[in-house]
């Protein structure tokens, strides 16, 4: 088992930038993949980024390619999200969390094992 926590939210501007952290305890972080999620008000959960257990391929989702980069330092246990070029739209709660048994990133929710008690970012226009 992972317990997972995120840090760093927080309120910004539109054009302004966060990094969201994610820090791990428990079984051996690099066995899992990593994910990143949100969840804005009256909308279902949905899928940010996420990197695979070596850190090596990473992928995202349309609306925030070439905005956000996702990372991960197996020595720290802690994988990251670099947010840049905000938008009010990016507004959500932020969720961390880690995936047991896919090698390759995937985006379905149900495939994540373990998730992080969210982290709220708020972007201002």
């Known amino acids: 088992q992972v317990q997972l926590v995120e840090s760093g939210g927080g309120l910004v501007q539109a054009g302004g930038s966060l990094r969201l952290s994610c820090a791990a305890s428990?079984?051996?972080?690099?066995?899992?993949?990593m994910g990143w999620f949100r969840q804005a008000p009256g909308k279902e959960r949905e899928f940010v980024a996420g990197?695979?257990?070596?850190?090596?391929?990473?992928y995202y989702a349309d609306s925030v390619k070439g905005r956000f980069t996702i990372s991960r330092d197996n020595a720290k246990n802690t994988v990251n999200l670099q947010m840049n070029s905000l938008k009010p739209e990016d507004t959500a709660v932020y969720y961390c969390?880690?995936?047991?048994?896919?090698?390759?990133?995937?985006?379905?929710?149900?495939?994540?094992?373990?998730w992080g008690q969210g982290t709220q970012v708020t972007v201002s226009s």
């Open positions: 990197i695979i257990r070596s850190g090596r391929s990473t």
């Open positions: 969390a880690a995936d047991q048994y896919g090698w390759a990133v995937r985006v379905r929710i149900t495939a994540y094992d373990y």
């Open positions: 428990g079984r051996t972080f690099s066995s899992y993949s």
